[in-house]
Every structure is written in structure tokens, then in C-alpha cells.
């Protein structure tokens, strides 16, 4: 009995002397809970109070009064007089019929509040259907080229340590691309999911999450390899996560192979050669190798000893330098990352990612070899995968597969590294091997519209639709602009730039002048994350705009509704089904999935009439004395051009390697590899087309 008593004594006494403590306040109880305390009111003590009154100053009865953030509600009197409860809310909301709903900030307005209502304003909710015009239509959109950066709907960065103070932003990198049963299957870190397209130009999410806790990756870095009818799928892990697997990837669903893998690995990249034999390469270190060794197929455990393949060698490779341009010696030694495996004509073709995945020289190296564990031998033709300049820029850690065809791609990571330095989206190049077993990518115009794949073609020569960019700093103006995030940013040919109207609303919107009337056949709408609060994935996210075109800025033409457009798209890519000759443009925002209407570069692409820019003259290559990894490239400026394309390569006919240079007439080059002849030469680019190539330079 007394053991009864005393908890019933304490539990009176405690409320007593917590009432008498705080008789201004409320009387509560702290309860004990399984998890943590929390509190029960006995007694309410503080109460605001106020009168309701309609835009003519007579008191309104029945108005409801209540909090945005707790439970409490009163309504008024005949008087128009109400009393609430006071929870400590800040925001008090006031509904009455035919009133609009007034929402009152009363942190610093004491305890009695009066509330003048305003009469409801008429609306009403458009839901027209977009418009087909001669130029466009929505519902039969079947384009023959797709844009880098890839239009997929980039996730926002979940709540992991990459989550900083300046908001929300998107982001995907590390990318491998399968072809599964004629489709092809982008897998990406940190996507709750995947995407899948039958062109490379549209694509579909298909929600898949793998996460545990809210701060897990979801997966970083994965990687993925077809077995007959079956998708194998695993993310990075130190912990031993499981492999997945499945015949129907599109349903979300997968199974387990295995509960946990053995090996704790970091940026795997599975391949099963064409003996069925199943190899992993790993690694992401800028201390330790990258590694390969056999697994065996049905549990996925180590069969063979685990190899060291390849380590960065930036004393003797340019491009394997730290720095945004292979410039930085001292803050970190550079990174390797993002191992992959080809077969090609018995030959096994590694790849890897360096020198740092936010720099714009991030890039793909190869490695080749006679069998699958090596030993390996650098490639003289590197890097392979190479986007210093233009719009999109970095093209490192991918991983290279073929299509439908026959002809092989290479998907690659690029930086933008704007509001946090793994900001990062995702390019799509043609790839493939000469007559000579070298393996090459090709970037050149990497960032123009190029040709979805329909046929077998020679990837050497590229896939670019030979539409020149019509946009390149074109004047504009704007509906409003947020602070010094000024209109010219959308024209600047610069990812990590973008213009932002002062809010989200519609009727936002942008106007850019082409200079004249030029022939426009697609046009690119890169937005960007300007106050937006999204982090992971939501499936209610979407873009809707028209664009309108004019030949004066005074009678204008729909172009392209987009108006009840459902889809998220970033990076939105629109080929027109015909040409159209115009000389203003103008985008209408309708709807933003979060945040301000903002846009990184409204591009244009097409073609202009009158003459090709002349060929390049007293185009030069200073190869260092003192660093041969470096050389100082100029040339003077060619009539009718804004910009340049600089290739080389280490034969005349092996100039694979491709840097966009806009609007300057040098380029600073440290990608070069000690003991190694190179052979240059350049283009020039304008709105009627490209010049003539340039002489090939020998670089010894």
C-alpha cells in the first residue's frame, strides 16, 4: 500500500506546485513515454481574443477562427467575438463564406486581435488542354534527336551529407546504361529508381527505392549487367548489401540474390564475359588502386585473387591532374573511380573516372588488356571520354554499352557543381573502336541535338544533326528578376549561371531576339532550382510553359503548349516537327514542380542564312618547355563565328578529342601525356554552319 501512496503524493503534489509556479500560464503534466516525455495541458490559462468583422465593419457570426500549426478553433458570436486558446502559434487563420481566407502573423500583437475579412474575389482554375500547332504537337511528339544534358527527372538531393545551406538542388551522376530486351536502362546514384527509353530521347522514371534510412544512398554509384532474361542490380557498400535481380524491371519490383555481399566495394562495375565467367572491378580512392576479381555466378563470392589494376599516374598524364583545369597540385592528390569492362575483338577495355567528379576535366581513361584480370596497358589515345568546354562540360565516370544497332555509346557523368560540388547531371556520346582496336569517344558537339540511333553508322564521324546554336548571348528580357540573377545569364552558353524571375507564379516569363529571322528546328529549356525546398523524390513534380514566336515582337504565334504537360523535365528538349523562320522567342511560365521560374539557358538551335564562318587563321599550339603535360592554344577570330571547336589526337587521323571553346580565341590546355606527339587542328562554329578544318599541327 505505501508503495502506492507515494507515486499518488508525488503525482498531486507536482500538478499543485506547477499550478501555483505558474498561474499565468497553462497547468500541465510531464509524461513519462516509451520514447520521450511529453506534456498534457489540465488547464488552459492564456486566450486571445478579438472581434470578426466583413469589409463593411459589421461583426460576422460563425466566422471560424483557428491556427495553421495545432488543433484549436472558435467561432464567433452574434457579436462577432471570439476566444481561442493560445498554443504558442504564431499564425492565426480566419474563414468565412464569402470571405477570403485571411492567415494574420499575431506573434507581436498581444492577447486580443481584431480581424477585418475582405470580400472573395471570383477564380477560377484554367485546364485548357495544350494545343497542337503546325510546329509542334504534344500527343504526337516523335523526335529524331535528343540534347545533352539527358532530359531525365533529375531527384533532389535526399537528406544525406550533401545536403547544405543553400537549398535544395538536383542531381544524378555515376551512370550505367544497359540494354535490356531493346530498351535501354539508365541506372544513376541516388534516383529512388531508374529510367528506361527506346530512343534516347524519351524517357520514363520507374520508382524503385532500395533505402533503409533516411540518410542512406539510394544507391550510390550502382551498377548493372543482363544475364538472359535477367537484370542484376547492386549499389555501392561497404556493409554488404544485397544484389537484386528481375525479369520485370519496369514493374518497381525486385528479388534478392543474395542477402549481402562479400567484398565491401565502392563503384563496382560488373561484367559477365561472353564464357558466362562474372568479374567486378572497384575503387574509389585517390590513395589506392582500382581492383578487379572473379565472383563466382550463384552466390557472388570471391573465386579468384583480387588483382590491382591500375593506379592515376598524374606526373606523367595532364588529365589526371586534381583542379577544375588540371591546375591544382596541392589540395588533394586526384581521385580514380568509376571502373568499367568492354569486350571488344577478344580485347578487354577498362575504364575509369579522374580526376574529380566536380571538375570540368573530369574525364574517362582505358586501360586494355588480353584477358579480364589483366595485365593491363595504358592506352595511348586517352582520355577517352573527354568534355572540357562548351555547355555541358565534364564526361567521366560512365560506362559504355551498345544499341539496338550495334553502334556503342558511352554515358558519362557531367559537372555542374553550382550550389554544392556534387551537383552533377548526365551526357550521352557516341562511342565505338577503330580499324586499329582504339577505343574513342566523341564529344564534339556533345551539347548540340544529335541523332538518335536507327542504324548501324560510323560513331568516328559523330551523330551531330548539323543545327548550329542561334542563342549564344541573343539580347532578353524578362517578366521580373530576383536580385542580381540577371536575364543574360539564360543566353551565356554557362550551366553554373542561370537568370530567376521573383517568383514561381504564371505569367512568368522570358523573350529572347534572335538578331533576325533564322531557321529554328529545336529549342532547349534548362531550368534551374532557384528557392526551391524539395529534397527526394516526389512523383507530383512537372513543368508547364507554352513558348510563342514573332517576327516583329508585336504579333505573336503559339510555337509549343506545353500548357498540361505532366512530366518533370529539367533539361526540356523540343524538336519541331517542321522548321519554323522567326526572330523573337518568348517562354510563358505556367507551372514550376518547386520554387522561382528559373532558367540556366534558353537555347536555340537551327540555322542562319548566309555564309559559313571563314577557316581559323594562325592557329597555334605552344607546347610547354617547362611541363610538356601543358600547352597554350590561340588562333585569330574568324569572321562570322562565336565559337570554336578544337580537336586532336595522337595521329592525323585519330583526332578523337574535342574542346568547345565560346566567344575567346585561347584555350589554356593541361590534358596533354608526357612523351606523347599529339596532332591538332580547329574549326570555327557559327549560325550558318561550321568553317573548313583547319591544318593539323604536330605537337611533339
Known amino acids: 500500500m505505501k508503495n502506492l501512496l507515494f507515486p499518488l503524493f508525488f503525482f498531486l503534489f507536482s500538478i499543485s506546485y506547477q499550478a501555483k509556479a505558474q498561474e499565468s500560464e497553462d497547468s500541465v503534466i510531464i509524461m513519462k513515454g516509451q520514447v520521450s516525455d511529453?506534456?498534457?495541458?489540465?488547464?488552459?490559462?492564456?486566450?486571445?481574443?478579438?472581434?470578426?468583422?466583413?469589409?463593411?465593419?459589421?461583426?460576422?457570426?460563425?466566422?471560424?477562427?483557428?491556427?495553421q500549426y495545432s488543433p484549436a478553433h472558435d467561432n464567433s458570436d452574434a457579436n462577432g467575438m471570439y476566444r481561442i486558446a493560445d498554443y504558442g502559434d504564431t499564425i492565426m487563420v480566419v474563414y468565412y463564406p464569402g470571405m477570403e481566407m485571411t492567415s494574420v502573423n499575431v506573434k507581436r500583437m498581444g492577447s486580443k486581435v481584431d480581424i477585418k475579412l475582405n470580400s472573395l474575389k471570383a477564380t477560377s482554375v484554367k485546364t485548357e488542354k495544350a494545343r497542337a500547332t503546325e510546329w509542334f504537337d504534344p500527343k504526337n511528339d516523335h523526335p529524331k534527336t535528343f540534347c545533352n544534358p539527358v532530359n531525365i527527372s533529375y531527384n533532389f538531393e535526399p537528406f544525406n551529407n550533401n545536403v547544405k545551406a543553400n537549398g535544395s538542388f538536383r542531381s544524378?551522376?555515376?551512370?550505367?546504361?544497359?540494354?535490356?530486351?531493346?530498351?535501354?536502362?539508365?541506372?544513376?546514384?541516388?534516383?529512388?529508381?531508374?529510367?528506361?527509353s527506346k530512343d534516347l530521347s524519351h524517357w520514363e522514371f520507374v520508382y524503385a527505392s532500395f533505402q533503409r534510412t533516411p540518410t542512406d544512398d539510394d544507391q550510390c554509384a550502382p551498377s548493372a549487367f543482363v544475364s538472359g532474361d535477367t537484370l542484376f542490380y547492386v549499389g555501392s557498400t561497404y556493409r554488404g548489401l544485397p544484389v537484386w535481380y528481375s525479369t520485370d524491371p519496369k514493374s518497381g519490383r525486385?528479388?534478392?540474390?543474395?542477402?549481402?555481399?562479400?567484398?565491401?566495394?565502392?563503384?563496382?562495375?560488373?561484367?559477365?564475359?561472353?564464357?558466362?565467367?562474372?568479374?567486378?572491378?572497384?575503387?574509389?580512392?585517390?590513395?589506392?588502386?582500382?581492383k578487379a576479381v572473379e565472383l563466382n555466378r550463384s552466390d557472388f563470392y570471391p573465386k579468384s585473387k583480387i588483382t590491382d589494376v591500375m593506379m592515376l599516374r598524374p606526373n606523367e598524364h595532364g588529365?589526371?591532374?586534381?583542379?577544375?583545369?588540371?591546375?591544382?597540385?596541392?589540395?588533394?592528390?586526384?581521385?580514380?573511380?568509376?571502373?568499367?569492362?568492354?569486350k571488344h575483338k577478344g580485347k578487354y577495355y577498362f575504364?575509369?573516372?579522374?580526376?574529380?567528379?566536380?571538375?570540368?576535366?573530369?574525364?574517362?581513361?582505358?586501360?586494355?588488356?588480353?584477358?579480364?584480370?589483366?595485365?593491363?596497358?595504358?592506352?595511348?589515345?586517352?582520355?577517352?571520354?573527354?568534355?572540357p568546354g562548351g555547355f555541358v562540360q565534364g564526361a567521366g565516370h560512365g560506362g559504355t554499352f551498345?544499341?539496338?544497332?550495334?553502334?556503342?555509346?558511352?554515358?558519362?557523368?557531367?559537372?555542374?557543381?553550382?550550389?554544392?560540388?556534387?551537383?552533377?547531371?548526365?551526357?550521352?556520346?557516341?562511342?565505338?573502336?577503330?580499324?586499329?582496336?582504339?577505343?574513342?569517344?566523341?564529344?564534339?558537339?556533345?551539347?548540340?541535338?544529335?541523332?538518335?540511333?536507327?542504324k548501324a553508322t560510323d560513331h568516328r564521324s559523330g551523330t551531330f544533326s548539323g543545327w548550329m546554336l542561334l542563342s549564344y548571348q541573343k539580347p532578353i528580357t524578362v517578366s521580373s528578376t530576383d536580385g542580381d540573377l540577371i536575364a543574360k545569364n539564360a543566353s551565356d552558353e554557362n550551366m553554373r549561371t542561370y537568370w530567376a524571375a521573383k517568383n514561381g507564379n504564371p505569367g512568368e516569363w522570358l523573350q529572347m531576339d534572335l538578331g533576325g529571322v533564322k531557321e529554328v528546328h529545336a529549342i532547349q529549356i534548362n531550368y534551374y532550382e532557384h528557392n526551391a525546398f524539395q529534397h527526394n523524390k516526389a512523383m507530383d513534380l512537372y513543368h508547364q510553359y507554352r513558348i510563342y514566336q514573332s517576327v516583329d515582337a508585336q504579333s505573336w504565334?503559339?510555337?509549343?503548349?506545353?500548357?498540361?504537360?505532366?512530366?518533370?523535365?529539367?533539361?526540356?528538349?523540343?524538336?519541331?516537327?517542321?522548321?519554323?523562320?522567326?526572330?523573337?522567342?518568348?517562354?510563358?511560365?505556367?507551372?514550376?514542380?518547386?520554387?522561382?521560374?528559373?532558367?540556366?539557358?534558353?537555347?536555340?538551335?537551327?540555322?542562319?542564312k548566309g555564309e559559313k564562318p571563314e577557316e581559323v587563321r594562325n592557329f597555334k599550339v605552344d607546347h610547354s618547355s617547362a611541363d610538356s603535360r601543358n600547352a597554350m592554344i590561340s588562333w585569330n577570330?574568324?569572321?562570322?563565328?562565336?565559337?570554336?571547336?578544337?580537336?586532336?589526337?595522337?595521329?592525323?587521323?585519330?583526332?578523337?578529342?574535342?574542346?568547345?571553346?565560346?566567344?575567346?580565341t585561347n584555350y589554356n590546355f593541361r590534358g596533354l601525356d608526357k612523351g606523347t606527339t599529339y596532332f591538332f587542328s580547329i574549326e570555327a562554329l557559327g549560325e550558318s554552319g561550321r568553317s573548313v578544318m583547319g591544318g593539323v599541327v604536330e605537337v611533339k
Open 557 to 608: 504565334k503559339l510555337l509549343i503548349d506545353k500548357s498540361d504537360n505532366d512530366r518533370d523535365v529539367p533539361h526540356d528538349y523540343v524538336e519541331l516537327q517542321k522548321p519554323i523562320n522567326t526572330r523573337f522567342l518568348k517562354i510563358e511560365n505556367i507551372h514550376m514542380p518547386t520554387g522561382s521560374f528559373a532558367i540556366s539557358d534558353f537555347r536555340v538551335f537551327g540555322l542562319a
Open 351 to 387: 575504364q575509369y573516372g579522374a580526376p574529380g567528379t566536380e571538375f570540368k576535366v573530369y574525364a574517362d581513361g582505358v586501360y586494355v588488356a588480353d584477358n579480364p584480370l589483366g595485365p593491363f596497358s595504358y592506352q595511348k589515345h586517352n582520355p577517352v571520354s573527354y568534355k
Open 172 to 196: 544524378s551522376a555515376d551512370p550505367i546504361l544497359v540494354n535490356y530486351k531493346g530498351e535501354y536502362f539508365l541506372f544513376s546514384t541516388n534516383q529512388g529508381g531508374f529510367h528506361y
Open 38 to 67: 511529453y506534456t498534457i495541458t489540465l488547464k488552459k490559462k492564456k486566450f486571445r481574443t478579438g472581434q470578426i468583422t466583413g469589409p463593411d465593419g459589421k461583426s460576422l457570426e460563425g466566422a471560424t477562427v483557428m491556427y
Open 254 to 290: 525486385f528479388k534478392r540474390k543474395i542477402e549481402s555481399v562479400a567484398l565491401p566495394f565502392w563503384d563496382p562495375g560488373f561484367f559477365l564475359d561472353d564464357d558466362n565467367r562474372l568479374y567486378m572491378y572497384y575503387g574509389s580512392s585517390n590513395e589506392f588502386p582500382l
Open 402 to 454: 551498345q544499341d539496338n544497332y550495334g553502334n556503342y555509346w558511352h554515358v558519362a557523368t557531367c559537372m555542374l557543381s553550382l550550389k554544392y560540388k556534387f551537383e552533377r547531371r548526365i551526357g550521352i556520346y557516341p562511342a565505338g573502336f577503330d580499324e586499329d582496336g582504339t577505343m574513342y569517344v566523341s564529344t564534339g558537339y556533345g551539347d548540340y541535338p544529335c541523332l538518335n540511333p536507327t
Open 637 to 664: 577570330q574568324s569572321k562570322r563565328a562565336y565559337g570554336y571547336n578544337i580537336w586532336y589526337g595522337v595521329a592525323p587521323g585519330k583526332r578523337y578529342n574535342c574542346i568547345t571553346v565560346n566567344g575567346e
Open 319 to 342: 588529365w589526371e591532374r586534381f583542379g577544375m583545369n588540371n591546375d591544382d597540385s596541392t589540395t588533394l592528390a586526384p581521385f580514380t573511380e568509376g571502373a568499367f569492362m568492354n
